[in-house]
C-alpha cells in the first residue's frame, strides 16, 4: 500500500463522510473506517478518515478514543494529521474539543496547530473569530436549542480557550486575505509568543485554499470539512471526476431520521408533505415497552415498494426536552438510537439497498449495527454530504448505498434529492 498523505480522525459518523467528501471532490482516493481499524487498510488510498463516536461523550473518553486513531495512523507513517469536529462546534457542555486537541498535539510532539470549522458552501463562516450559520451568529442559528451540544456563545476564541490550557490566538481575515507569505510570518509570530492553537477566519472558498497551502508543513490540523479543500493541492493532487464512482445502486430506498435540528426537522416536514410515507418513533412508546420495531416492519410491507420509505425520530426541541424530563437525557437518546439502529438492520436485511441516515449519533448507531467497517467514498448530494457504497453481512453480499447527513446539512428536499442523484 502507498503512503498515506493525510490522516484524519472524525468525532463523528456523518463528520467523517463529510471531509471525506470534501478531500474526494479535490481529488484524492479515500477510504472511511467506521472505528479504529485492526489492521492496515486493504487497498491504496491517499488519505483515510477514521470515524469515532466522540462528539458528545466525556472529554477524557474522547481523548483516549482520539489516542488509539492516532497510535493506529502512526503505523501508517501517515504525512500529516487532521482532526476533524463539526462546522458548529459542538462539543459537550464541559467542553471535548480542546482537551483532544492538546491531547493530539502532546502525542505528536507539536507546539502550535489551528482551528478553523469554517465552511462557507454549507453556510459556515468566520469572522473575527466569531462564527456564523448563514447570516447569523452561531448562537442565534438555532444551536443554542440543540438538546446534546446547546452552543450559546459565537466567539470561538472564548470559547476553545474555556476548554484548553495553552494560549488561543486568532489569525482574522485581514491576515489570511494578505496572502500566503504574510500568512506563514503570522503563524511563526504567534509560534514566538506561545500560542498553542489559532483560530482562523474564513469566508469563502479563497480563503481555505489560502489555509490549506499555509498549514502544509503543520503535524496537526484541527478544523470541519471546509478547510480539507485546501490539502490535496499541497500533495500534487488535482480533482478528478473517478475518485467518486461507485458501483450501481439496486434495491429498495430508505430514510431513517434521529436528529432534531431546525434542518432536519424541515427536512422530514417537507417529505411528509409532499406525499413520502413516514412512520414516527415515540420513545415514550419505547420506554413503555412496546415492540416498535415489529410495528414499523409491518407497516414498511403495507407500502409501495418503488416509493422511498421514511422512518423518524425527530422532534421539535420542545417536544425532546418534554422526553428528556421524562426518560432523562441519556436514556433518551439510547433508547431511540437503538430503535432506529435496528430498524435500519431490519431494512438492509429486506431489501433496502440505498440508505440515508440523518444525524450523526443515528448514523453512528446504524452503521454499527449493519457491521460496517469501511466506506468507499462517492458522488455530492449536497455540500458535505456524499454517497458511500459499504458491505454489510446484512446485504446478503450486495453492499449497500448509504449516506450519513449531520442533522444540519442539506437542502429542505434533501431526501428526495439524494435518491433521484444516485439514479
Known sequence: MSKLRLGCIADDFTGATDLANNLVRRGMRVVQTIGVPSSPLASDADAVVIAL???????????????????????????????????????????????????????????????????????RTVFKGYLFVGDVLLHESGMSKHPLTPMTDSNLVRVLQAQMTGQVGLLDHTVVRQGLPFMRDSIQEMRQQGVKAAVVDAVDDADLLTIGLAVSDLKLITAGSGVAIGLPQNYGIQPDNQASALPTAIGRQAIVSGSCSVATNAQVTHFKQTGGASFAVDPLQLARGDDVVARAMA?????????????????????????????????????????????????????????????????GACVQALEITQMRIGPQIAPGVPWCHAHSPYALGKGVHVALKSGNFGSMDFFTHAFELLH
Open 53 to 123: 463516536k466522540s462528539r458528545t461523550i466525556p472529554a477524557e473518553q474522547a481523548v483516549e478514543q482520539s489516542l488509539k486513531a492516532l497510535q493506529w495512523l502512526k503505523e501508517q507513517d501517515t504525512q500529516q494529521t487532521y482532526f476533524k469536529y463539526c462546522s458548529t462546534f459542538d462539543s459537550t457542555p464541559d467542553g471535548n474539543i480542546g482537551p483532544v486537541i492538546e491531547a493530539l498535539m502532546q502525542a505528536l510532539d507539536t507546539e502550535f496547530t489551528i482551528a478553523c470549522p469554517a465552511f462557507p458552501e454549507n453556510g
Open 299 to 363: 407497516w414498511a410491507s403495507t407500502c409501495d415498494p418503488s416509493s422511498p420509505l421514511l422512518f423518524y425520530a425527530t422532534a421539535e426541541p420542545e417536544a425532546v426536552k418534554a422526553v428528556q424530563q421524562q426518560l432523562g437525557v441519556a436514556e433518551a437518546g439510547h433508547i431511540v438510537e437503538k430503535t432506529l439502529s435496528e430498524i435500519a438492520r431490519r431494512l438492509v436485511e429486506g431489501g433496502v439497498g440505498q440508505l440515508v441516515v440523518a444525524g450523526g449519533e443515528t448514523s
